[in-house]
Structure formats: C-alpha cells, structure tokens
C-alpha cells in the first residue's frame, strides 16, 4: 500500500461529552492527526446502526462512536443502550469479515481532551497498517 | 432548501493561522445549494454579523453555515443574527472549525480539507433543517437551594430576597457548613460566627425560606422550570417548636459518640445539638446511635427529664414532594480523607491535626475554650509545624489540584497560634505560596514578619513520635539542607474533596463532575456558574475548591441566573424534538420502552410525542426499527447527507 496513505475516520461525538471533550482538546492546543471528520450528534444512544453501515458503505476506513461515560449519560441512560446496541454491530461486522479494529466506541467526557487526543492517535496508527477499507464501500 | 450562504470565520489567526479560509470558501462556493460564500475576519463581531444578515436579505437565503468556533460559543449569537434579518433562527448552523479543526492540527493543507468537508456537512445539515419555533412552557416560581453552608445560605436569601420563594435542604441537623467551625477568617481575622450566625438566622427567619434541616434531596424529575424533587426529612424525635434547649436530656443521655461539629476531638451524646447557636435551635436524637448497637430499645432517660414533653420516639421519616423551578448545588467540601495521610501519622498521633480540627481548638466556642493545647496530654505546644499541600498537588499519590485556600488558613493558623501563644514557634513546609486575593499577600507578610513564622520551602519526608515530640523530617529545598523539628503538634492542611455524598446527588440530579468528582460547570470561563443541566446551578466548593468570598461571589451569582428564569412568565424549550412518521409507525412500542424521559406514549396503535418532556436525545431514533421516529433538524437522513459530505472529496 501506498506510503502516504491516509486512512479516513468518521467519529460521531456526543454532544455534551466527548464532541466537548473534544472541544477541550482544541482549547488546550493539543494536536492529533487530521484524519477524522466529527459528526456531533445529541446522544452515544442516537447513533443507529445504519449510521455505521452507511459510514462504511461510503467508503469510511474507520467509525467511531464516542459517548459520555456510562454512568454519565446526559440523557441518563442512552449511551446504555449505545452500549449494547454497538456490540451487537460490532460483531457483526467481525462476522461479516471486516477488520475489528475499523469500528472503535469509546467514552469521553468534557473534560477529557488528553484521552480523545490519544483515541484519535491511536485509532489512526492502528488503522494505517489495513490499508483503506473495500470490504463494505459500494465502489471500492 | 436551495439557498445557503455559507460565513468562514477567520477568528483573527485562530482559524486563518492554520486553514486556507479563502480555500473553504472556494470550495463551498462550488455546492449546489451554496449560493453565497464569504469569510471575514471576525464573524462575531458587529460588522461580521452585519455581514450574515445583510447576505441573508439580499441574496434571500434559506439557510446559513457559519463556519466558526464551537457551537457551544456563538450558536446562539449567530442564530439571533438569522432571526433578525428574518431567517427562521433553526435554519442557522454551525461548522466547528476552530476547536475540531485548526487548533488541534498543524498541516494546513489537510486542515483545509478537513474544515471544508465539516462545512460541508453542516451544509447538508441545513439544507434540510425545518423552520421551527421554541416550544414555551410554564416557570414553577420557586427554587431549591441543596446545602445550607455559606454558598447555600447567601444563594437562598439572595432569592428570597427578590421575592421568590426557596426550599433550603441541608442534611445535618443545622445550616452553617464548614464555615460555622471555624475561628477566624483570612485576611481580615473576621470572628467566623459573627458573620455567619445573623446570615443563618435571616435564613431561618425569613418568610420566603422554608428551611429544611437534617433532610436530603432523594429523587429529581423534570426539567428546567418545572423540576419535581422528593425530599427526605429524617426524623429528629424533638419538636423543635416545644424545645425549650435547657440541655437536660444531653445530662442523662447515657450514649456517647464523637462530636462531628469538633472533628472527633470532643464527644457528644446521642441526643444532642450541634454547637448552642445552632439552626434551629433545636436538639436532635441521632437514631443510627441510639439505641446504641447492643440493646435494642432506647432507654427512654431523655424523655423522662424533657420538661416540654418535646421528645416524640414515634417521629417517622417523611417524603415532602415539592416542585421547584430552579435548583442551586451548594453541597461544598470535606477535608481529604485523614487514613490517606499514614505518611504523615494522621490518625496516628493525637497531635497530628487537620486544619479544621486546629480550627475548633482556636475558635472561643471549641474544646479547650480556645486555648491552644495538645490533644494528648492538654499542654501548650511550643512548637508547631504546618505541612502545606498535604494530599494536593501530588498526582502519584493524591490529589492532583490545588486546593486554592490551604495557604492563606495556614498562613493564619501560625498567626493565630501566635497570638495564643507568644513564645511559641511557627514552621511552615510549603511547595510554593499562592496568595492571590485581595489583601491576600500581604497577610501572608504580616505572618513572617509580625509573628516570626519561619518558611521552609520543601517537602516533610516523614512524620514520627519519639519521647513525647512529634520529629519531622524534611528538607529545605532552597538551602539543600535536610531539617529535624522536634515538634510537639502538626497541623496538616488537607486537600479539599468534594463532600461526602455530592456525587451520589449528582447522578440524582444528573449533573457531570470533573475528573476529581468536583461538580462540572458548562463553560470553565464563560458559564462558571452554570451546570451542563439547564435550570440548575452550582455555588461554593462543590464546583472547585475556593474560598469564603469567592464562594459568596458564585453564590450571588447562582442566584442572578436562577432569579432570571424564576421571572420569566413562560419559558422556552428546544422544539428539536422528536416527530412520529405516522405511516410508518406500527406501534410496537420499543421506542416507548427506552426513552429515558417518559416523553413517548402509545396511542391508538401509534406513538405520541410529548414534546415539552422530550429532550431530542434520540435514543428512539436509534431503536426504531422502521426510522419512524426522527429528531427534527437532525433525522436519519440529514445524517446520512452528512457522512457523505465527511467522507467525499
């Protein structure tokens, strides 16, 4: 594969903890790879499955979905049942045979912005390696 | 939609510094629906606004992207510019350039790209955004203040002093906090009790408060305006109304206990009254001590020489419902925990104190009459050593803040054990002193030089008993020599933590805490007085650690912004709710079974939204099997717009 190839993430962030989290990071001038591309959304729990499918349908290397703490729910208990529903996606995109690594969830709250700035770095650094995603793009 | 203009913010450098702004406006100038694209310098200002409104009129825009900082800043500022040039303010949408883009990366050129594909999410966003109007909902004209120390106390008069009516919660026995413990206060060694106790009685006495004592906030439900909160009263067995506080039953009360009021370092009865200018001014029988553990029914003594009759062993506890319109965390501090502080024998020695233990043994009111004496053997200690920052700024293995206050109370605890004791010596271990505050540094000169404090920069390596003197050992950082005080009491200045029980109200409450389980505010700079939770507010060291003014100072200001919602005759919620696609809905209920807010019901085999309960979550979108429930301005199908527009180009 290419050297310079550069994978392409979409990161549905929360609004109240990790796209703030995320926010934090900026503020605090923190630096991670420009590879993701964050969609904010109100709640972890918002975030269909189809939204997942549809990522990687269009040709997204990697999806992450990111959520307040459990516990933390601004909504009180969405990022539950984000929790459990992505689990589900999770395995099946693992049996449909795409990479695991390609799908992450995480926690961030507001006031985490070393821990999203480390998630991205991470996230990048373990997809480069893949290369880009065609198991599910319509068109690779 | 097929008319937007799209405003890129150059935010001075912010932006401009790090994203091809001109770039941006090129390529989103490109998009179909785009029919007016600019960037200027800053689009907060007044001519940037200008410029939106101006763009909206003349080229009769439907939708507006202004590509910016956080929504979280200006979302509002730029929906109002769309308002007032006659755009629908939820056809305005904001692209995070700023805090998701160009601070937090360096290549411009893929920082370009990144900000013009956020911006053009946004844009499908708005494309399909609809018109919406605020829904309005009626204001509960009262507010609950939880915690009735000085934050809590100033908050509550403060309302009720504009004419509101204010449940005050506190779940000891008397209002007063922490700052009712202690002796003086710093810089102006104002007697604590004389300036709290007539703000504890105003309280108490004022016919807008209902003041409520040795009960707890169990359950909140609701939303801001019109919150519902259960309150538990715990019963006391004394009616306050008959008490006449002649100290008879505490005579005869065979239990004893530690005084919590003196930090352990008197005892109390099981009956009792905190300190004698307690509000109320009433006695309480603490029932998880008596009867005590090994006899089962209280022996009754107490009731025997109760003149008044005030005693009532039948007093149950009480659920009081109540429905408030705003709510006030004033839930404050307690010392870091003393069994985490083995290095320094805390909780070991006798005379290794905490400060507020040192507090009561200066206050006129506490143990030893205000005397200074060791706890062990109640002699006077001629040498004193205080140990700064014990359990702050110490990430391995403690706290990782500062706790703000620990050097201006030390600074005057010296003082006044000088006072107290004039051929006594002072030492101070400190790792640097923040005396930031008015009149703050200059009391802290006053203490090296009027009472001949002795400030030894450096950490105490290890605190041990040996012939009746406490040795400490550290070092002088600045000499680089290593010290030896044989000294014959310690006074440790304990970190500040959240109180006991704060965050267990918070999860009640639902709001978030910092990562030292302080309560979170919604913005660090501009919104410090507000929680992440619409309609509830924080006050004092339940936010972060401060002192007595600051604390009033965020007091006052909690209450301002909760008065500003009481006044409102109607109050407007988010209309980005949740919407029924009726023909695609089969009513199988799963969307009713998560939501979290009780907002959806069936009804005749269809959903129903109720829109003022609903918060727009969309955990039903999420659920729905049939996409038959959307969020409005944020369906499965603008999203699905927007992953294209993240993942094209």
Redo the contacts between chains.
Sequence with gaps: MAEDYEP?I?AFLCK??S??G??????S??????NV???????S???????IF??FN???DGVLVSG?HP??C?????NY??RR?LNLVKKLLEYVGLETQRFQMSWV????GTKF?QIIKDFVKELKPLGPQTKLRRNP | MKRTGVFICHCGINIAGTVDVKKVAEELAKHPSVVHAEDYVYMCSDPGQNLIEQAIREKKLDGVVVACC???LHETTFRNAAKRAGLNSFRCEIA?I????S?????KP??T??AT??AR?AVEKVRQNESLDALSVPVTRRALVVGGGISGLQAALDIANTGFEVILVERNPSVGGHMIQLSETFPTLDCSQCILTPKMVEVSKHPKIKLMTYSEVQDVSGYVGNFKVKILKKPTYVDPAKCTLCDECTKVCPIVVPNEFDLGLTGRRAIYIPFPQAIPASYTLDDKNCPDPFTTIACGKCADVCNPKAIDFDQKPEIIEAEVGVIIVATGYDLYDKENMAEYGFGKYADVLDGLQFERLCSASGPTMGQILRPSDHKEPKEVVFIQCSGSRDPENHCAYCSKICCMYTAKHAMLYKHHVHDGQAYIFYIDIRSGGKGYEEFVQRAVEEDGVVYLRGKVSKVFEEKGKIMVWGVDTLTGRSIEIAADMVVLAQAMRPSTGAQELA?KL?L????DGFL?EAHPKLRPVES??AGMFLAGAAQAPKDIPEAVAQASGAAAKAVAILSQDRLFHSPTVAKVISNLCTGCGMCVA?C??DALTLKDGKVEVNEVLC?????C???CLR?AIQ?KN?T?QQ??E???A??GG
């Design positions: 392409r979409v109240w903890c796209s703030a995320s926010d934090l990071a900026g503020v001038r923190m630096e991670y790879p420009p591309v964050p969609i904010q959304v109100m709640c729990g918002s975030v269909s499955p189809l939204y549809s990522a269009k040709g997204a307040c516990g933390d601004h909504y009180i208990k969405g049942y984000a529903r709250s507001a006031a985490e700035t | 956080s929504p979280n995070n700023r805090e998701q883009c601070w937090v990366h360096k290549d893929k920082a790209q990144k594909k956020i999410s999860k639902k978030a805490l910092d990562k979170a992440v939770t998560v979290p807010y918060e727009g979550c969309g955990t979108t999420a659920t996409s969020v944020l499965q999203v699905a927007m992953i294209n993240c993942l």
